[in-house]
């Protein structure tokens, strides 16, 4: 003990470790259960590079092709590369190796898909708004390299369905005019399946992306603590004040209970459900091609927006192939994305808002954002089920082509629709909270009046419940109005335009003179 202390206490005067160790204890973390998604994401990340970094020890990238002569009877004396091989040896030889290959890919599974989660909370909460919009970025970095960082690691078995992924992507570099040929070069080394592609993909697995994976968690962290964290309305809850457990010690001990929590979950997962099962597919060979062939669900929306396209859109301009059905859906993906990147300045051009917000909106009190977010799921989620197009139809018996048409038109109308039920459903959720901010909410208890009428009794709500119902604040659409030089150009009308659409159904907040009244009625 006299030991540790005295190099506890070396390093403490030459770091000052105490002082950030204090200052990072005291920081309060809010106990509601969704702002869990984002340890969730953190604490499966921790768990993809503890197996990774054993997988990594036993696989072999090469490309060079050899004979199975392994465990696995069904492939014996098959020719595959070696890093099939390795793979299959990882799975029947190295004890322990097929759970941690399974580990590895549920926790990468998870870790998306608990960061797409998180991302949906903070917009419908508008947890987005300054001075997070920097923090919204990076969020959404993160997915983006969550999503890199699965392709390349589900690629790396180099087995029939990793190889069908990778044709698919070697077709649409191809389909891009003037950098096609050398973009596929670039990434295959020759014409696919190539020699090296493993060995790049595995290279951007296991160190380019996880560093810049690592070090755009680390930044979202530090701007965590910088902004501060969120909170839902309640008493004693403002943009000052912060209601939770402080990091030392009660959040950590949480959050350490937590982690082993995630881990043992996923343990659980990995030990009793098969996913990826590369020796039923066998080494990749372009004949024996699968209709069924799907690529993780992260992806899928890629593989479904190609699907939607009417096959045949091509012309030929300037001595070069123009394939639309390629170039369309990679553009209508990019600027998907962007939209959602750039979501948090647009509306706060839109509203005209500078102020701070560390208090997170219930989405019923902002309805456009809500039937926004509802449109880009349901856009988001046509394209992710266009992506099994072909196994809806068989199981349901159904043509292929009257699926794609179905989810074409869903595609286009199903976003209008799912906005149209969102806005006007929180619109409703808006007004029935002010009934019963004014009048409370009934109760089921029945009484007659001395008059001999009969009224159901309403009780009143209390200081939180109130509190939650009244505790959000009122937008008025921006007005036209002239600019420094004295012109309305056409970005300002665009403006005012779009402000109006925000706001202009809007449901006022219940006053204090209300209340009042309603309290003397």
Request: with cysteine.
């Amino acid at each position: 003990m006299r030991f540790t202390g005295a190099v506890a206490s070396y390093v403490d005067e030459r770091t000052s470790a105490s002082v950030a160790v204090k200052s990072l204890g005291r920081k309060i973390f809010p106990d509601h259960w969704s702002f869990m998604l984002g340890e969730i994401a953190l604490y499966s990340f921790i768990v993809i590079l503890l197996s990774g970094t054993f997988l990594t020890f036993f696989y072999d990238p090469s490309m060079t092709p050899v004979i199975y002569e392994g465990s696995y009877l069904p492939l014996n004396g098959i020719e595959m590369s070696v890093a099939y091989h390795t793979a299959l040896d990882i799975s029947f030889e190295i004890r322990g190796g097929l759970l941690m290959r399974q580990v590895h890919h549920w926790a990468a599974l998870l870790f998306v898909a608990a960061i797409g989660l998180h991302m949906l909370r903070v917009f419908f909460t508008g947890a987005f708004r300054k001075p997070r919009e920097i923090n919204w970025l990076v969020g959404f970095l993160l997915f983006i390299l969550a999503m890199a960082e699965g392709f390349t690691g589900y690629s790396l078995p180099d087995d029939m369905l990793s190889g069908n992924g990778l044709r698919i992507i070697d077709g649409m570099i191809k389909s891009l005019p003037l950098i096609g040929a050398w973009g596929s070069y670039l990434f295959f080394g020759d014409e696919y399946p190539g020699t090296v592609v493993i060995q790049r993909l595995y290279i951007l697995h296991i160190m380019l992306l996880p560093i810049i994976l690592i070090a755009t968690l680390a930044i979202h962290m530090v701007l965590l603590i910088v902004n501060k964290h969120t909170q839902f309305a309640g008493p004693g809850r403002t943009n000052d004040n912060v209601v939770g457990s402080p990091v030392m010690p009660v959040f950590a001990a949480k959050a350490g209970g937590f982690f082993f929590l995630v881990f043992g979950v996923i343990m659980l997962i990995a030990s009793t459900f098969t996913i990826n099962p590369i020796w039923n597919y066998g080494p990749y060979d372009p004949s024996p091609v699968s209709a069924g062939t799907q690529p993780d669900w992260y992806i899928g929306f890629a593989d479904g927006a190609l699907r939607l396209i009417p096959p045949g859109w091509e012309t030929y301009w300037f001595g070069f192939t123009w394939s639309w059905n390629v170039i369309v859906p990679t553009i209508v993906m990019l600027v998907f994305l962007a939209m959602v990147a750039f979501y948090p300045f647009f509306e706060a051009w839109v509203t005209g808002d500078k102020r701070e917000h560390h208090i997170a909106e219930r989405p019923r009190n902002a309805p456009v954002r809500t039937g926004i977010g509802a449109a880009g799921v349901t856009f988001y989620g046509v394209m992710w089920a266009a992506a099994s197009s072909d196994l809806m139809a068989t199981h349901f018996r159904m043509s292929i082509e009257g699926v794609i048409t179905f989810l074409q038109v869903l595609i286009i109308v199903g976003p209008f629709i799912a906005f149209f039920i969102a806005k006007h459903t929180c619109l409703a959720l808006q007004r029935k909270d002010r009934e019963i901010a004014l009048h409370g909410y009934e109760s089921g208890r029945i009484v007659r009046l001395p008059g001999g009428e009969y009224v159901e009794v309403h009780e009143q709500l209390d200081e939180y419940e109130r509190w939650r119902l009244l505790d959000y604040q009122e937008y008025k659409p921006v007005t036209v109005r002239p600019n420094d030089q004295g012109k309305i150009t056409t970005g300002i009308r665009l403006r005012a335009a779009m402000s109006r659409f925000f706001f202009e159904d809007r449901v006022s907040p219940v006053d204090q003179k209300e209340l009042e009244e309603a309290a003397k009625h």
